[in-house]
């Protein structure tokens, strides 16, 4: 008994040397198969001109802003929607356009539902105190729209006392405010826009280009009227904290500007491009 013990032990021991000696070469092994399975997902997960090492670049928007985001036939389209899709291409990553409401946009991005937002957000020193904008990717301006057959509105002067429409949670409350207090607050300016050839509206203050397009595609019998309120820069806003995106962000942006990308998204959404330029330096 004690003999059969004693050679097992003999025989645990030989198995222990070979063990240590055999160690070495498995721990070689396995560094080198870790090593080649990170080389390869830093290859597949981004663009290594952008650094990028993510995979999704999910950015949000209301979906319901036409001709910037929308649906048509349940699928989301727009300025924004394939300006988004170039810039993901761009950093090697892959789009994935996502919807929110407009007034909680910014509380999603903060609680993480996506990366980004590219949802024609005009960029205010109040905003900027809780997310970081990009550098402008369309220009645009605050326009008042009156009905085709309106004739007694032909300045922003005679809004006063008029019942004004504009989107909830937008800069344009405040100035539709400093001409009247019968403001009426939409989901949509669309719909808002419809609503003035109905006599429900005197007027709608919103975004030149969602007006423009309207008149061009002839869906509503609008004009605009004036000069334009503002001139506001649209920016794609991300977390604080998310620095390194934001480069990609604007490096990606400058790259499909000088590659005629952006042109062809624009023109073929307003017929000209509409990234503008920056405001006049004023002392």
């Known amino acids: 008994m004690q003999l059969g013990l004693r050679c097992q032990a003999n025989e645990v021991s030989k198995g222990g040397n070979e063990v240590k000696r055999k160690l070495p070469f498995v721990l070689g092994l396995l560094l080198g198969l870790g090593l080649l399975a990170g080389c390869g997902s830093l290859t597949t997960s981004g663009n290594s001109d952008f650094g990028g090492k993510q995979k999704e670049f ?18 989301l389209t727009g300025f924004d929607v394939e300006i988004g899709q170039a810039l993901a291409e761009k950093m090697g ?57 309106n004739t007694t509105i032909q ?27 019968k403001i009426v607050e939409y989901d949509s ?21 969602v007006g423009f ?13 004036g000069q334009p309120l503002t001139q506001d820069d649209q920016g ?8 390194r995106l934001l480069e990609q962000i604007n490096r990606a942006l400058d790259e499909i500007i ?20 920056p405001k006049p330096v004023t002392n």
């Open 155 to 181: 300045s922003p002067n005679d809004l006063k006392g008029k019942k004004i429409g504009v989107v909830k949670a937008s800069t344009y409350k405040k100035l539709a405010a400093k001409y009247t207090d």
């Open 58 to 75: 999910a950015y949000a928007m209301s979906g319901l802003y036409k001709p910037f985001n929308f649906k048509e036939n349940g699928q």
């Open 213 to 225: 397009r309207m008149i061009k595609e002839g869906a509503v019998k609008i004009k605009d009227v």
């Open 189 to 209: 300016d669309i719909t808002a826009l419809m609503d003035l050839p109905t006599h429900r509206l005197d007027a709608v203050i919103t975004d030149q280009m």
């Open 258 to 277: 000088k590659d005629g990308t952006y042109q062809k998204i624009s023109e073929k959404w307003f017929d000209r491009n509409i990234l503008g330029e």
């Open 236 to 243: 794609i806003a991300v977390r604080k904290e998310d620095t």
């Open 93 to 149: 990553m892959q789009p994935e356009p996502v919807t929110n409401p407009w007034e909680t946009l910014i509380q999603g991005l903060q609680s993480r539902k996506y990366d980004a937002i590219i949802g024609s957000m005009t960029i205010t020193e109040e905003r900027q105190k809780a997310v970081q904008f990009s550098n402008p990717y369309y220009r645009s301006g605050a326009q008042v729209f009156v009905a085709e057959f």
